[in-house]
T-cell receptor, first 112, second 112 residues
């Protein structure tokens, strides 16, 4: 059974800082890993999807990497802004089912 | 292209009642998945439908059920509501050629 862990649970940084969010998973036989952002009381916004055959994906100031052998993914946010404040969730798809297994999220606060 | 829509956005029910939530996927998406989000358990997978067939089901009691129509719209039903069913219910859809999931804004269900 896939388990996904995100550490730390909360992170506070000053504006402009580069930061890394961590995600680990127990089953390395994943099909893909997806990073989401969730604002309070809202739905999830897809940020990046990394297929199992890929090592990283980039979108603007965001870069996500995937290392299946170590069971880890990281989300790198460059030049953080107050608008980046949200909860960031990673989710893995493994097995034959189209089913996301989520981590518990990292609540990010970027201070002006 | 319009995103995933969910109705209603907010719902208040009392214990023992039943409720039906609706989800309209992004046009062209045929896979629809449902998730429950609570502060204690995080995001948990309920079920996934594709072409009107349930392909996968999470570990929830039989009070939780769903269906998908020929136009890919989906409904989920919860019967005999319990206080613990209070949650944000999220629907996601994905295109045929990708496993990237796109989420709706959710339905906030409160059971009194």
């Amino acid at each position: 059974k896939q388990e996904v862990t995100q550490i730390p649970a909360a992170l506070s940084v000053p504006e402009g800082e580069n930061l890394v969010l961590n995600c680990s998973f127990t089953d390395s036989a994943i099909y893909n890993l997806q990073w989401f952002r969730q604002d309070p009381g809202k739905g999830l916004t897809s940020l990046l999807l990394i297929q199992s055959s890929q090592r990283e994906q980039t979108s603007g100031r965001l870069n996500a990497s995937l290392d299946k052998s170590s069971g880890r993914s990281t989300l790198y946010i460059a030049a953080s802004q107050p608008g980046d404040s949200a909860t960031y969730l990673c989710a893995a798809v493994s097995g034959s089912a189209r089913q996301l297994t989520f981590g518990s999220g990292t609540q990010l606060t970027v201070l002006p | 292209k319009a995103g995933v829509t969910q109705t209603p956005r907010y719902l208040i029910k009392t214990r023992g009642q039943q409720v039906t939530l609706s989800c309209s996927p992004i046009s062209g998406h045929r896979s629809v998945s449902w998730y429950q989000q609570t502060p204690g358990q995080g995001l948990q997978f309920l079920f996934e439908y594709f072409s009107e067939t349930q392909r996968n089901k999470g570990n929830f009691p039989g009070r939780f059920s769903g269906r998908q129509f020929s136009n890919s719209r989906s409904e989920m039903n919860v019967s005999t509501l319990e206080l613990g069913d209070s949650a944000l219910y999220l629907c996601a859809s994905s295109p045929p050629d990708s496993q990237e999931e796109f989420f709706g804004p959710g339905t906030r269900l409160t059971v009194l």
